[in-house]
């Protein structure tokens, strides 16, 4: 459920700090995936430079979307494939239901899908009288749960093995153990069964290539080709921007997508589907699908201040480093997406005004940027995302979040523009900030509106004297004793 409220966030990552078995676990898992994937872009025969290449490589897919998805759609056509393009979430659910209802499916088996988070897509059908179970172990263990995913590759981080143990007791009926692989093999019986019984299949998309008409899904365990092989029908999801042009590009981003989401050369299980199966195939779905989904996606393409974020690959590697997720964890952004991608993505999907918590809540320390496979300038964008909410912004209907921060960046920026106006300024706080307490050279309390910063920290205060003031002072003094 999306939860998108500056309360609700704040609430969530107190909690989450104060919880310290998910501390652990976030610590541990930036550790292994966030170096690891450094160490992974190191390790490329073409060297690190890659990324840079990959950021070219989608700067041109997104700039021609239009004719790419036409041509993928065409070949995925003439192969006895179905595609159809949502323009919204419910478009997209509604389209899935009425194949559904058409093939008089009842059980769904799925592979992970971010963008079937974004739009409720399990919730949706189990209204509709489907139930679709989530294939991926991590996503098996939080739909047990009720939960939400609370990383983009690792959805169940959150939960011990201890969890774990109680959850399959409960919704299976095992007895009690904390033994991983007794657990896992739990899980694999059940999903097996599953697997046979389902009538239709749901799939993410890694990423499309409009030049071969195929779309590609990675997994490591397995699942995904199961659950989209089995079943008599296979439907896949993918945002509209998951798509490149020519086949050699796609290998350079799914080398990249793989080094970045969990430090490996390749990952376990690389799929590629083109349609349903063909007459001289032994295994295969008698229907293929593709929904193409837009979801507020065109609104971005739209404004060259944010478009740069539809070149993500959803691989998770920002939020690997990201010093804000590290510490709060997924569940605090809300929503299908968190860490530094939540945070930008977010507020483009659903409002800006609505989720301007997240953009507000990240450091701008600029590490997701470094950790990303394609390069994307994450810290530019959120602050592009600020600076909306800071003057309004007629293009994404976005109010100013606080009047008077427009009119305190106006007086900022007259304040810093001309120097002697600065100097007087410097002075003048120099003198002002005896008011207030101190500690050493650091200052305890400041008064509204800059108290929230010295709630939790101390401001550094001013030196008596400017720099530049001590530099001149010096060069009269060096002055004087030249003879
Ligand atoms: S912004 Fe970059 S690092 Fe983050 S999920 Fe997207 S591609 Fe991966």
């Known amino acids: 459920m ?6 609700t ?5 107190r909690k989450a700090i104060g919880d310290p078995v998910l501390q652990k676990a976030l610590a541990g898992l930036q550790a292994r995936f966030g170096r690891g994937a450094a160490e992974a872009y190191r390790r490329l025969p073409e060297g690190p430079h890659l990324r840079h290449t990959a950021h070219e490589i989608r700067e041109r897919a997104v700039a021609h979307l239009d004719v790419l998805l036409e041509r993928l759609a065409e070949k995925i ?3 006895g494939g179905h595609v159809f393009f949502a323009s919204d979430a419910t478009d ?9 209802r058409r093939h008089g499916v009842r059980r769904v088996v799925k592979g992970k899908s971010m963008v079937t988070e974004e739009i409720d897509l399990n919730e949706k059908l189990a209204a509709a009288g489907i139930d679709a179970v989530e294939t991926d172990l991590g996503e098996y263990i939080i739909q047990l749960a009720g939960e939400k995913p609370s990383h983009i590759i690792a959805p169940a981080i959150h939960k011990t093995r201890y969890d774990i143990a109680e959850l399959f007791v409960k919704n299976m009926g095992i007895p009690y153990t904390t033994d991983p692989p007794a657990l896992t093999r739990a899980a694999r019986k059940a999903l097996r069964e599953e697997f046979l019984a389902a009538d239709m299949g749901i799939s993410g998309v890694n990423m499309a290539c409009a030049e071969t008409g195929h779309i590609t899904t990675v997994s490591n365990e397995g699942n995904i080709r199961m659950a989209t092989t089995l079943p008599r029908i296979h439907m896949a999801f993918m945002g509209m921007e998951r798509i490149v042009g020519r086949l050699d590009e796609y290998e350079i981003l799914l080398r990249l997508l793989c080094r970045g989401a969990a430090a490996q050369t390749m990952a376990t299980y690389v799929s590629y589907t ?4 063909r007459p001289e195939d032994s295994d295969g779905p008698e229907a293929f699908h593709l929904v193409v989904i837009d979801n507020g996606r065109s609104r971005i393409l739209a404004d060259p201040r944010f478009r740069e974020i539809l070149y993500c690959i959803r691989c998770a590697a920002c939020l690997n480093v990201c010093p804000v997720y590290g510490k709060i964890g997924g569940h605090a952004y809300g929503f299908a997406y968190s860490g530094p991608i939540g945070a930008v993505v977010t507020p483009l999907l659903t409002g800006i005004n609505r989720a301007r918590h997240l953009c507000q809540g990240e450091t701008l320390c600029g590490a997701c940027m470094e950790a990303c496979p394609v390069a994307i300038d994450l810290p530019r964008m959120l602050l592009a995302l600020r600076e909306t909410l800071a003057y309004g912004d007629a293009f994404w ?4 979040a606080n009047p008077l921060e427009g009119l305190a960046f106006k007086v900022w920026s007259r304040l810093t523009a001309n120097r002697r106006t600065w100097e007087c300024f410097l002075k ?5 900030q005896r008011l ?7 200052l305890r309390r400041l008064p509204p509106p800059f108290h929230g910063w010295t709630r939790k920290r101390d401001f550094p205060s001013l030196a008596p004297e400017t720099f530049l003031a001590r530099w001149r002072k010096n060069e009269i003094e060096v002055a004087k004793d030249i003879p």
């Not at 207030?436 to 650091?442: D, E, L, Q, T, Y």
């Open 2 to 7: 999306t939860q998108l409220h500056p309360e």
């Open 9 to 13: 966030y704040r609430e969530a990552a």
């Open 77 to 79: 056509r003439q192969n």
């Open 92 to 100: 997209a659910v509604e389209y899935c239901i009425k194949v559904a």
């Open 274 to 277: 083109a349609g349903p199966r």
């Open 397 to 400: 209907k976005t109010t100013p």
């Open 428 to 432: 003048a706080a120099a003198l002002g």
């Open 436 to 442: 207030f307490p101190k500690k050493g050279n650091r």
